[in-house]
């Protein structure tokens, strides 16, 4: 970060970390982001994927599998099901919440990132 690079990479950058440093991280990465810089993020966190990713890459023994928007890729069963996959908690909920009711396929639209936006979205009645 010092040398004000265009790109920055930060592997598992989270590991091990309690939630309020997990929150600064996620912060410092947006702000990286903000600032115009490329972010790459190699992680087995899925819910931080889904938070942060503009794009995702599934690597899989060595090969890259696919590439697309968080919401491509785990909406993609049979991709999830290949490589093992664990969807993020708000796609595990909306895929859920689907089951119920179809009602909310809607959220697949609205693309919420995160547990607070999913019900921030849910609150206003899918608004």
Same mark, same amino acid.
């Given at each position: ?62 090969? +890259? #599998? !696919?590439?697309?928007?968080? $919401? ?5 069963? *049979? ?5 093992? %996959? ?10 859920? +919440? #689907? !089951?119920?009711?179809?009602? $909310? ?5 609205? *693309? ?5 936006? %999913? ?9």
């Amino acid at each position: 970060l010092a040398l004000e690079s265009d790109v920055v990479i930060f592997d598992e950058p989270t590991a091990g970390l309690d939630a309020q440093g997990v929150t600064k991280i996620n912060k410092i990465i947006i702000n990286l982001k903000k600032m115009g810089k490329t972010v790459i993020i190699i992680t087995h966190n899925m819910d931080q994927v889904l938070a942060l990713a503009d794009e995702v890459l599934v690597l899989h023994n060595k090969n +890259l #599998i !696919k590439s697309g928007s968080p $919401y491509e890729i785990f909406s993609d069963q *049979q991709l999830v099901n290949k490589v093992g %996959l664990v969807k993020p908690h708000v796609i595990d909920t909306i895929s859920r +919440l #689907i !089951k119920l009711n179809p009602r $909310y396929k809607k959220l697949l639209s609205y *693309q919420p990132k995160t547990v607070n936006e %999913l019900a921030i979205f849910l609150k206003k009645g899918g608004k």
